[in-house]
């Protein structure tokens, strides 16, 4: 635990002004990231007695060891340079929403010849106009198969689409009506463009103007007697209200807004957001998240806005977002909307009338989200928290290991050895920080071999991280604790901003997938490099026990032993992700063939060669004439694929003439 005051700027060196701060731990990973309109006012609350701080910045200040900070002209700069940072670093202090899915969208590709109407999900490509996000994608399907009644707009892939245009014929949509069939040319690129227009004006909220005219259109063929035509119309008149009754009519026509609400407790906080477009609620979406820094419902609201905003742009922020509480920079908050939407936008808690009626309506929402998520989600907490402890009991450690890391060998028959380290933090995978490696400095079946020198490689990058970033006392360095380091240039292991690699964050437990053998050469390994403040331990498959350096006894957790179930899936991650590398490499192993060594010999000349022989066994019997055959193979070419055909055939067995042995290359014999 750090003391804040060993860190604290000096008096005066804090600009008063406004800007972005960044506080970082000892292994220089950024852990808290906020914005002040004072960087001084702001800074100098951090520092003070820590008694009078709150529990989570408590927490905070003293994880951190240094402070710095970035100045900026105004305060919507503040805000973006904060939004850019918590996204770029993912601070552990700041509030991160966790959405559980992907929501789906009604998407018309407006870019391409022929607009398209289908389901998207992900980040938002220009040129196509949104609708949504929807709560299910079968919510969006039943809406469009009612609305291609009236408007058939292609619903195809590309793929079916071409396949459509080569063979002259509609796929069964086309057939039955719901597709007016550009690919075969049944309507104009203009005429399908058309109907993809009034498709998204109806989707926008302008439906009233378009039922009306279909009803003139219903009631002009009845009266010309044109019974069939005006019945056709009277369907499609009820497929627009059954589809515009799966939007409930909330607001004003014309509303287009973004109704926020709130709901917390001291530790959680969930967000719901209510999408309505033409006064209709369009779309709905929640986030869950961890109240891991000292913040209020303002500022709640304020990341929410963050998340929500910070990567669109014109019409997909509203002209309207209404809040329970507004940010502290309300002005600011403010003007970052309107700037990114390219007009106005009103920021406001509504008062009165049915927008305050629909804000407690989403309020009702955020609160049973909450109660959903906690029920959920509460005895996973406990039961994470619970197992940290009892490994750290177990153990013997400090503390609870908060990150661990665990390696494995995998192989088959001592080929293709490579290893895998997994990465657990707070109990939880932390799937972006897996690694895997491949044994370099020998040959065949050795496991415990292997993961001496797979601890070893992943430590000496961690050993070049420290001296990089001044952490080594004069006479502690890589080459006295540990011996050259040489295996990775320093400056290889930081990103181009300078901040620290993954390879850079020890871990509290290190972990290795076997008994007494691999736990010594884990332990061995370390000891060679100087490194003594990381605990190892080995979880051997037999029976369970987890072994300690040095122990001739396991200790044996108990089989109910919530602490043995995270070893235990720590230790099954590292084996999946091992073997599932493992497996990638002998299939590509398998699959190479004497042509991958070929130089200048690309993929469509190989399959040129498979196609035209038949097989690679006829290749290989081909004279250099035959292969010149080949339309863009030349004579050096191959000579080139003779040679390499003629290093990758085994050498033929030497024979003993008298007896009729096959001799083997030591020496001996072996009977045919």
Not at 219 to 241: C, F, P, V, W
Not at 587 to 616: M, N, T, Y
């Amino acid at each position: 635990m750090a003391d804040p005051s060993s860190y604290r700027p000096k008096p005066g060196q804090i600009p008063d002004a406004p800007g972005v701060y960044k506080f970082r731990d000892d292994h220089r990973r950024v852990i808290y990231v906020g914005k002040a309109k004072s960087l001084r006012q702001r800074l100098a609350s951090y520092f003070q007695d820590l008694a009078g701080l709150h529990p989570r910045t408590r927490t905070m200040v003293t994880t951190a060891a240094s402070v710095e900070w970035t100045i900026v002209a105004t305060e919507v700069e503040a805000l973006q340079l904060e939004y850019s940072w918590i996204k770029e670093f993912d601070p552990r202090f700041n509030v991160k929403y966790r959405d559980d899915k992907s929501y789906p969208s009604l998407a018309v590709t407006l870019n391409e010849e022929f607009p398209r109407v289908q389901v998207m999900r992900g980040p938002k490509k220009k040129g196509v106009r949104y609708f949504g996000p929807y709560g299910h994608a079968w919510a969006i399907r039943e809406t469009v198969d009612l609305m291609l009644r009236v408007f058939p707009v292609r619903t195809c892939s590309a793929g079916v689409f071409r396949n459509a245009e080569r063979t002259g014929r509609p796929c069964l949509l086309g057939y039955i009506g719901k597709c007016s069939a550009p690919c075969v040319g049944r309507v104009t690129p203009e005429a399908h463009r058309e109907l993809a227009e009034e498709f998204c004006d109806f989707m926008a909220g302008r439906t009233g103007t378009y039922i009306r005219r279909l009803e003139r259109r219903m009631t002009d063929a009845a009266e010309e007697m044109e019974y069939e035509k005006a019945a056709r119309l009277r369907d499609d008149i009820g497929a627009l209200r059954r589809a515009m009754e799966k939007n409930a009519v909330v607001l004003a026509d014309a509303t287009d807004a973004d109704l926020i609400a709130v709901a917390e407790d001291e530790l959680e906080a969930a967000v719901q957001i209510f999408h309505v477009r033409g006064g209709r609620v369009r779309g709905q979406r929640g986030w869950v998240t961890d109240k891991v820094e000292a913040v209020e419902t303002a500022g709640l609201v304020e990341h929410a806005l963050q998340q929500l905003y910070g990567e669109e742009r014109g019409d997909a922020v509203p002209k309207e977002v209404l809040v329970p509480a507004l940010p502290e920079d309300a002005d600011a908050v403010t003007q970052w909307l309107s700037d990114r939407r390219g007009s106005q936008v009103s920021l406001r808690i509504p008062q009165r009338g049915d927008k305050k009626d629909l804000m407690a309506t989403v309020a009702r929402n955020a609160e049973q989200s909450l109660v959903l998520h906690k029920t959920k989600r509460a005895s996973d907490l406990t039961t994470r928290s619970r197992a940290l402890e009892e490994i750290s009991e177990a153990l013997g450690l400090d503390g609870a290991p908060l990150r661990i890391e665990c390696f494995d060998i995998s192989h088959l028959q001592g080929d293709d050895v490579v290893a895998s380290m997994v990465v657990f933090e707070d109990g939880l995978a932390r799937k972006s920080e897996y690694r895997r490696f491949q044994i370099k400095t020998f040959d065949g079946q050795d496991d415990v071999r292997s993961m001496h020198e797979v601890i070893t490689r992943r430590f000496r990058r961690y050993l070049q991280e420290k001296e990089r970033t001044g952490e080594w006392g004069e006479a502690e360095t890589p080459e006295a604790v540990g011996g050259p380091v040489g295996e990775v240039p320093a400056e290889q292991l930081t990103e181009d901003d300078g901040r620290p690699k993954r390879f850079a964050y020890p871990p509290q437990l290190l972990v290795v997938d076997g008994g007494q053998p691999q736990v010594a050469a884990a332990r061995r390994a370390l000891d060679e490099l100087g490194i003594d403040d990381i605990a190892v331990c080995g979880l051997a498959k037999r029976l369970e026990e987890v072994w300690l350096p040095g122990d001739t006894d396991p200790v044996v957790l108990p089989r109910t032993s919530e602490g043995l179930y995270l070893l235990q899936r720590v230790r099954d991650e590292a084996h999946r992700f091992a073997i599932t590398y493992q497996r990638a490499k002998r299939a590509k192993r398998v699959r190479s063939s004497p042509l991958d060594e070929v130089a200048g010999l690309g993929e469509s000349r190989k399959q040129a060669l498979i196609k035209h022989f038949g097989s690679l066994k006829r290749l290989r019997q081909a004279t250099i004439d035959q292969i010149c055959e080949v339309p863009g193979v030349g004579r050096k070419t191959a000579e080139s694929i003779m040679v390499a055909f003629a290093a990758a055939a085994p050498a033929a067995p030497a024979v003993n003439t008298a007896t009729g042995e096959i001799m083997e290359d030591n020496g001996g014999t072996t009977h045919d």
